[in-house]
């Protein structure tokens, strides 16, 4: 794996840990998941795909829970069992592509 590319992945799971701790906000950690195909060279045409639905759904949920419009009874208990299985396919595709990429270099 190329430093650049294990940096980038091992940044993303900081992200999503200082989220889980309350340190960033959905909306930083989308942005740090879309601008993961910047960070790759060459880039894989699936991890744009990937990144774009995690950075998509990621937008969603923050809109959600941080819209004008939105009280904080409009998110519910499916939401947030929404928000924590996006959380978790986050995790494990990013586990996935740092065992990948290790098994590539």
């Avoid at 959905?26 to 195909?37: C, H, K, N, Q, T």
């Avoid at 396919?89 to 990948?100: K, M």
Wanted: hydrophobic content about 35%.
């Amino acid at each position: 794996m190329s430093e650049d590319k294990e940096r980038m992945w091992k940044r993303i799971s900081e992200y999503l840990a200082e989220y889980e701790a309350g340190q960033v906000g959905l909306d930083m950690l989308s942005e740090a998941v879309r601008g993961i195909p910047g960070a790759m060279s060459p880039v894989d045409p699936s991890v744009i795909d990937q990144a774009n639905d995690f950075a998509a759904e990621l937008s969603r949920h923050h809109d959600l829970r941080n819209s004008p419009w939105n009280t904080p009874d409009d998110v519910g208990p499916e939401d947030e069992q929404e928000l924590h299985s996006l959380l978790d396919a986050l995790r494990s595709w990013i586990d996935r592509s740092l065992a990948f990429e290790s098994r590539s270099s």
